[in-house]
């Protein structure tokens, strides 16, 4: 059954393959060499400032908005933001330790960093679009109008894209 958010049902199926990657990589710190280790962490690093947050960007200003009026409650959606800061927060902590990854002498309390910074980030990721897809896209589904839902979807995209703009 297709549903008025399967364009947002589909991004996140898109996306998960890169999200499972960050599990991946965690898993590879230690037995993996330096350099290819450097280039996965760069990967990741990569979908998360230039496709992610964007998308976390583009959440923030056209569908959370939207789903809390539908709940009646504005507030409905500050723990998804703060999910949102948090993925900002480590991603901002995965660039700098990524920079220590040019040394030749990483030691072991940067790659133990390292680890924990991709796991934090595989694990509120994953609940987050979890949580959307079991929470908040069937209230749209049972309450947003096919034209609202439409509106939705192209101020997402242009909030996404402004958002992809910004990063360097």
Same mark, same amino acid.
């Given at each position: 059954?297709?549903?008025?958010?399967?364009?947002?049902?589909?991004?996140?199926?898109?996306?998960?393959?890169?999200?499972?990657?960050?599990?991946?990589?965690?898993?590879?710190?230690?037995?993996?060499?330096?350099?290819?280790?450097?280039?996965?962490?760069?990967?990741?690093?990569?979908?998360?400032?230039?496709? &992610?947050?964007?998308?976390?960007?583009?959440?923030?200003?056209?569908?959370?908005?939207?789903?809390?009026? &539908?709940?009646?409650?504005?507030?409905?959606?500050?723990?998804?933001?703060?999910?949102?800061?948090?993925?900002?927060?480590?991603?901002?902590?995965?660039?700098?330790?990524?920079?220590?990854?040019?040394?030749?002498?990483?030691?072991?309390?940067?790659?133990?960093?390292?680890?924990?910074?991709?796991?934090?980030?595989?694990?509120?990721?994953?609940?987050?679009?979890?949580?959307?897809?079991?929470?908040?896209?069937?209230?749209?589904?049972?309450? &947003?109008?096919?034209?609202?839902?439409?509106?939705?979807?192209?101020?997402?995209?242009?909030?996404?894209?402004?958002?992809?703009?910004?990063?360097?």
């Amino acid at each position: 059954m297709v549903t008025l958010t399967q364009p947002l049902r589909d991004e996140h199926k898109e996306l998960l393959p890169q999200i499972e990657l960050l599990q991946t990589v965690a898993d590879a710190i230690g037995e993996t060499p330096i350099t290819s280790l450097r280039r996965s962490v760069d990967e990741v690093y990569a979908f998360l400032a230039h496709h &992610l947050l964007p998308h976390a960007q583009a959440e923030e200003r056209a569908l959370y908005p939207i789903v809390g009026r &539908l709940m009646g409650a504005p507030e409905a959606t500050a723990t998804m933001s703060r999910d949102h800061v948090e993925i900002s927060r480590l991603t901002e902590e995965l660039g700098s330790l990524r920079s220590h990854l040019d040394d030749a002498s990483v030691d072991t309390s940067q790659l133990q960093a390292l680890r924990r910074v991709l796991y934090g980030l595989y694990a509120i990721v994953k609940v987050h679009f979890a949580k959307e897809e079991e929470v908040y896209l069937p209230i749209l589904d049972a309450r &947003l109008a096919a034209v609202e839902a439409s509106r939705m979807f192209e101020a997402m995209e242009k909030a996404a894209q402004e958002a992809k703009s910004t990063v360097g």
